[in-house]
Every structure is written in C-alpha cells, then in structure tokens.
C-alpha cells in the first residue's frame, strides 16, 4: 500500500558529521523543476549519465534546501544557505550520498513501489504445489547393494 505524507511541512534531514538540511517535501512540482533547472537544460547532449546525476542533484538540492547548521567557512563561523554553497556542500562524497540516499531517492523507491507483486494472502508460496518429492527409502536401499 501507498503510504501518503499530507503534510506539506519542511522536515530535517541529517547527513552526518554534524551536518543537518531542512527540506521542502519532495514533490513532483519540485523535481520538474529540477528538471527544467538551465543548469541541467543546459548540459551538452553528450554528457555523460554522472554529469547528468550531478547536474540533476544540484539541482534538486537548491530547490528542496531551506536551511542547514553545521556547515560552516573554513575559520568554523556558520554561512547562510547559497547556491554556491550548496554545491561545495554536495562537493563533499559523503554528504552528496547521504543527500541522495536520504531524500532524492525517496522519490525513486515510489517508481519502484508500484513495480512489485503485492504477497499473496497467506504467504507467498500458499497454494504453490511442491515440484520436487523426497527420494523414497527402497530406492536409496536397492542402490547402495
């Protein structure tokens, strides 16, 4: 079953070492804008599928965050949220992953979701007849003389 989020409230998101994000929901308004984002539009048609991933990325991450604490210029003092900013935080491997993993996928599972077969009522082999049957004692018997 689908599960939906009415709430069209921003939630955090941590994305470790001491780095937390507050987002817009993910909706689909959000990732065609994405889409439509110059940065992405602009890329070359031989771009290749990671150029494209973190074109696209970047592109969600500016749209979706509002805020964020932990992240800081290098003497340590916070910076506000920029969209400069933003790509050197998503600069950082750990961080873009995390990023990914925990917001822009979300969106991709539901693509998945509707793909799979739902159980059947009584388990997922109910009803299934066994194909294989157990050697018989005489015959293992007879074999070994």
Do not use: C
């Not at 001491?18 to 439509?36: D, E, F, I, Y």
């Not at 539009?41 to 771009?47: F, K, R, V, W, Y």
Request: glycine fraction near 6%.
């Amino acid at each position: 079953m689908l599960k939906l989020d009415l709430s069209n409230e921003p939630a955090w998101l941590d994305l470790g070492h001491g780095v937390r994000v507050k987002l817009h929901p993910l909706t689909t308004a959000l990732m065609v804008a994405a889409r439509n984002d110059p940065a992405v539009q602009d890329l070359p048609e031989n771009a290749s599928d990671e150029e494209s991933a973190l074109a696209f990325a970047r592109a969600v991450a500016r749209l979706a965050i509002l805020d964020w604490e932990g992240v800081g210029n290098a003497d340590g003092n916070p910076i506000p949220v920029s969209p400069e900013a933003i790509e050197a935080l998503l600069d950082l491997w750990p961080l873009f992953e995390a990023f990914q993993t925990g917001y822009v996928a979300k969106g991709l599972l539901l693509e998945q979701e509707k793909n799979a077969s739902a159980p059947l009522p009584t388990g997922s082999s109910a009803g299934a007849r066994d194909t294989v049957r157990p050697a018989r004692a005489s015959a293992r018997t007879a074999r070994k003389g």
